[in-house]
């Protein structure tokens, strides 16, 4: 008997799958087979959801991996993912049986190495220096002596004692501390909203609840990684843009991170912060008193020299009694010459008009006498009846320019019909151009005056005048 051909009968003992049964047990045998995993790559892809999730792949130089990270585990990566970044992130592997892909799933993520961290914090600080947030332009000065002292920290461990104890050695001021963690997860965004948080403070306020004039943000030393929040994009943002002037004092003196060139002033340590923060009291007191000796000192030399000035002024002033005594004298011996010349001037003034009066009244009745004998002589050569004929003569003339004057006098015109306008302030109207209509005059007769107004054009052409009646005589 044949035996039966394999390519016929094999098909029967194979067993059936449905598709979800195959992708189920493809997902499950990949949960299984790898557990949990550490892959390096990096970042390409990268995409926040609306939902919080976040998809991106893993690459090298031949292959890459999908992965993503679960809105719940995003908050707690200790990283931002950018595109470009080398990492290595921890999960598990498992499938996405819809599309039927396998991908990472990421429940922790970390630098890959320290070289990888180095570049891309230079990545990013130039990325950032190219938009002006460490020019030194937007540097603000330190208060010299500021009335409080905001301070971003951790509240335990021997940063924020260091800075208490110095402030309180150099000059006592009060410190207002924002705590918050310095590493980690949250560190960054704690730390951004913290210098955010001090800047929305009202400038003036009660107590401690208004805006410092001088912010600290400090932390210990520490490895690359543990001061990684000090060189989040977020944190250096928030230092450039605070309004308040910001020290910087992470780490140890060679340690340097990215919130160091936003700040204002960098300080090698959190002591060092605060001693840029306030001056020493002491070094006040020498400077105070130092200053002080010298202004007196200068003082003094200004005195004594006013004083040699006013004694050489002094020398090259006259004796002042000696002068007053001089004059006195002057004085006495004027008003002594006074007395006597005075009777003798007015003697002599008076015998001069003595003479003047003699001779004056001498030739007057010289005059007199030689007016009187001619006006005799002109009077005798006179007739009587021609100088009485003349006489008349004049007073008819007289008579008859009088009786002219009276004719042509205003009263005589007015006793022949003529009527006188006059304003209501007695002043005659000569001409009709000068009234307006409605306006009040007085008619002036030979005796007396009657009101009377003056009517417009179209009232005098459409009707005439009414007769009117009689009105009493002013």
């Given at each position: 008997?044949?035996?039966p051909?394999?390519?016929?009968?094999?098909p029967?003992?194979?067993?059936?799958?449905?598709?979800?049964e195959?992708?189920?047990a493809?997902?499950?045998?990949?949960?299984?087979?790898?557990?949990?995993?550490?892959?390096?790559?990096?970042?390409?892809?990268?995409?926040?959801y609306p939902?919080?999730?976040?998809?991106?792949?893993?690459?090298?130089?031949?292959?890459?991996?999908?992965?993503?990270?679960?809105?719940?585990?995003?908050?707690?990566?200790?990283?931002?993912?950018?595109?470009?970044?080398?990492?290595?992130?921890?999960?598990?592997?498992?499938?996405?049986?819809?599309?039927s892909t396998?991908?990472l799933?990421?429940?922790?993520?970390?630098?890959?190495?320290?070289g990888?961290?180095?570049?891309?914090?230079?990545?990013?600080?130039?990325?950032?220096?190219?938009?002006?947030?460490?020019?030194?332009?937007?540097?603000?000065?330190?208060?010299?002596?500021?009335g409080?002292?905001?301070?971003?920290?951790?509240?335990?461990?021997?940063?924020?004692?260091?800075?208490?104890?110095?402030?309180?050695?150099?000059?006592?001021?009060?410190i207002?501390?924002w705590?918050?963690?310095?590493?980690?997860?949250?560190?960054?965004a704690?730390?951004?909203?913290a210098?955010?948080?001090?800047a929305?403070?009202?400038?003036?306020?009660e107590?401690?609840?208004?805006?410092?004039?001088?912010?600290?943000?400090?932390?210990?030393?520490?490895?690359?990684?543990?001061?990684?929040?000090?060189?989040?994009?977020?944190v250096?943002?928030?230092?450039?843009?605070?309004?308040?002037?910001?020290?910087?004092a992470?780490?140890?003196?060679?340690?340097?991170?990215l919130?160091?060139?936003?700040?204002?002033?960098?300080?090698?340590?959190?002591t060092?912060?605060?001693?840029?923060?306030v001056?020493?009291?002491?070094?006040?007191?020498l400077?105070?008193?130092?200053?002080?000796?010298?202004?007196?000192?200068?003082?003094?030399?200004?005195?004594?020299r006013?004083?040699?000035?006013l004694?050489?002024?002094?020398?090259?002033?006259?004796?002042?009694?000696r002068?007053?005594?001089?004059?006195?004298?002057?004085?006495?011996?004027?008003g002594?010459?006074?007395?006597?010349?005075?009777?003798r001037?007015?003697?002599?003034?008076?015998?001069?008009?003595?003479?003047?009066?003699?001779?004056l009244?001498?030739?007057?009745?010289?005059?007199?006498?030689?007016?009187?004998?001619?006006?005799?002589?002109?009077?005798g050569?006179?007739?009587?009846?021609?100088?009485?004929?003349?006489?008349?003569?004049?007073?008819?003339?007289?008579?008859g320019?009088g009786?002219?004057?009276?004719?042509?006098?205003?009263?005589a015109?007015?006793?022949?019909?003529?009527?006188l306008?006059?304003?209501?302030?007695?002043?005659?109207?000569?001409?009709?151009?000068?009234?307006?209509?409605?306006?009040?005059?007085?008619?002036?007769?030979?005796?007396?005056?009657?009101?009377?107004?003056?009517?417009?054009?179209?009232?005098?052409?459409?009707?005439?005048?009414p007769?009117?009646?009689?009105?009493?005589?002013?």
């Amino acid at each position: 008997m044949p035996r039966p051909d394999p390519l016929f009968t094999a098909p029967l003992n194979v067993p059936e799958y449905a598709v979800s049964e195959i992708a189920e047990a493809i997902k499950t045998t990949l949960e299984e087979g790898f557990g949990r995993v550490r892959v390096r790559g990096e970042i390409t892809e990268c995409k926040r959801y609306p939902s919080g999730h976040l998809y991106f792949s893993l690459k090298d130089e031949r292959a890459k991996l999908a992965a993503v990270v679960w809105r719940h585990t995003a908050a707690r990566l200790g990283l931002k993912p950018e595109n470009g970044m080398e990492v290595v992130a921890e999960g598990r592997i498992s499938a996405y049986t819809d599309r039927s892909t396998y991908q990472l799933i990421v429940e922790r993520l970390e630098y890959a190495g320290e070289g990888a961290l180095l570049a891309e914090i230079e990545r990013r600080k130039q990325r950032l220096a190219a938009e002006g947030l460490f020019e030194a332009a937007r540097k603000k000065p330190l208060p010299h002596l500021p009335g409080l002292i905001g301070v971003i920290t951790s509240e335990r461990g021997a940063v924020i004692e260091d800075i208490r104890t110095t402030i309180a050695r150099r000059f006592p001021r009060p410190i207002l501390l924002w705590p918050v963690p310095v590493q980690g997860a949250e560190a960054a965004a704690r730390i951004a909203a913290a210098i955010r948080g001090f800047a929305a403070l009202p400038p003036a306020g009660e107590g401690l609840l208004r805006r410092p004039d001088v912010l600290i943000v400090a932390r210990g030393g520490g490895s690359l990684e543990d001061l990684m929040a000090f060189n989040d994009e977020e944190v250096v943002r928030a230092a450039a843009h605070c309004p308040i002037p910001l020290i910087s004092a992470v780490g140890h003196e060679t340690d340097t991170t990215l919130i160091d060139y936003a700040a204002d002033r960098r300080a090698p340590t959190p002591t060092a912060a605060a001693e840029l923060a306030v001056p020493s009291r002491h070094d006040l007191a020498l400077t105070l008193a130092e200053r002080s000796a010298r202004l007196e000192a200068a003082l003094a030399r200004l005195l004594e020299r006013m004083q040699r000035r006013l004694e050489v002024a002094a020398l090259k002033l006259p004796d002042l009694p000696r002068l007053a005594a001089e004059a006195r004298q002057r004085l006495e011996d004027r008003g002594f010459r006074l007395a006597s010349a005075l009777p003798r001037y007015v003697g002599a003034k008076r015998e001069v008009l003595d003479r003047l009066a003699r001779r004056l009244g001498h030739a007057a009745q010289t005059r007199l006498a030689a007016a009187e004998r001619q006006a005799t002589r002109i009077i005798g050569r006179l007739q009587p009846g021609l100088l009485k004929a003349r006489l008349r003569e004049a007073r008819a003339r007289l008579e008859g320019l009088g009786g002219q004057l009276e004719s042509l006098g205003p009263e005589a015109v007015l006793a022949r019909g003529y009527v006188l306008v006059c304003d209501l302030a007695g002043e005659p109207v000569t001409r009709a151009s000068t009234l307006r209509p409605q306006q009040r005059v007085e008619l002036r007769f030979q005796d007396g005056t009657v009101p009377a107004k003056v009517l417009g054009e179209e009232a005098r052409a459409s009707s005439p005048l009414p007769p009117q009646p009689e009105l009493p005589l002013r």
